[in-house]
């Protein structure tokens, strides 16, 4: 190969490269606003959540006590690799959403042994969370669109996360609507709140913690 051809090869590649990252860095929104499409009401909203509401959502975590992590409505994975940085070795990410298409989505996406995503609903938690083995889980962060599922279904979902949560371990939502707020304050001991401005929409964010104070 000659000099001049060896630099066209080059540029070849690097712009296959690019248009490689670039596609993989677009597709989870073209899944994700597809799933939407698909079903408005399950998905709830066109945006993924920003990077603020991410850590403001996991900032109250104790990572060191989390063994277990559960996660409804994933979606694309906005969360999870971010769940999955803090988490410990020995520790697990269940995931469970509705829609196969986001479950397979992270299935191929995420390669991580702590990681499992399973198809079906939130109401299930119990079931899942016994699937794997453990007694409890130690939070449970939840990306539903509580306000907009089907009658009862909020009220079931929010009870059965009572139960699978251990003694001082806490239900974690973000929420544009109260809906999922003012369900929390009925159902736990305790709440702790906070608002995340910087978010399309802003949103609500509510911890409800299982026990009048965390077990030290
Ligand atoms: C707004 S999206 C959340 C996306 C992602 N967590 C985020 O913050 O960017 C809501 C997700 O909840 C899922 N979902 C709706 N009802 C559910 C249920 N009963 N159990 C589990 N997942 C459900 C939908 O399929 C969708 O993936």
Sequence with gaps: MTGNQLAKQATRNASRGLLRNLRRAIRPFGVFFQGFLENPRMVGSIIPSSQVTIDAMLEQVDWQRCHLFVEYGPGVGTFC???????????????????????????????????????????????????????????VLSGLPISTLPDGVAETIVDATYRVLRHGGAFLTYQFRPTARELTQERFDRTTRGFVFRNIPPCLLTWGWKGKRSPT
């Design 81 to 139: 690799p971010h769940i999955l940085d803090r988490l410990p070795s020995g520790g697990r990410l269940l995931v469970i959403d509705t829609n196969p298409r986001f479950i397979e989505y992270l299935n191929r996406d995420i390669i991580d042994p702590r990681f499992h995503a399973v198809h079906g609903s939130a109401a299930d938690v119990e079931t899942f969370v016994e699937q794997l083995g453990a007694a409890h889980a130690d939070y």
